[in-house]
């Protein structure tokens, strides 16, 4: 079955960085969109980057320049670089995918940064 798992996530300061990760299994990895998606208390869940398996991204406006998504599709893997943090960025992020006509998601890591 489908499974993704982020890891990475923590308390930093602001202007620090993080890298998140999300383990991939399940299905043929290379072939599928990865999203990265987040969600701050009180809000709703919004996009924040998403990478085809030809590597080609695209990103929300608000994180734009200082986040940077990419793939290991030899590891199964997807990574959220994330730079000059904000603490408007602090929220649970969390991987996602589309297989058939199911959505999956990981359990979510919490990034909290700090002012």
């Known amino acids: 079955q489908v499974q993704l798992a982020e890891s990475g996530g923590g308390l930093v300061q602001a202007g620090g960085s993080l890298r998140l990760s999300c383990a991939a299994s399940?299905?043929?990895?290379?072939?599928?969109?990865m999203n990265w998606y987040r969600q701050a208390p009180g809000k709703q869940r919004e996009l924040v980057a998403s990478?085809?398996?030809?590597?080609?991204?695209s990103y929300a406006d608000s994180v734009k320049g200082r986040f940077t998504i990419s793939r290991d599709n030899a590891k199964n893997t997807v990574y959220l670089q994330m730079t000059s943090l904000k603490p408007e960025d602090t929220a649970v992020y969390y991987c996602n995918t589309q297989h058939y006509r199911n959505v999956y998601w990981g359990q979510g890591t919490q990034v909290t940064v700090s002012s």
């Open positions: 990478i085809t398996g030809a590597g080609t991204s």
């Open positions: 399940g299905f043929i990895f290379r072939l599928n969109i």
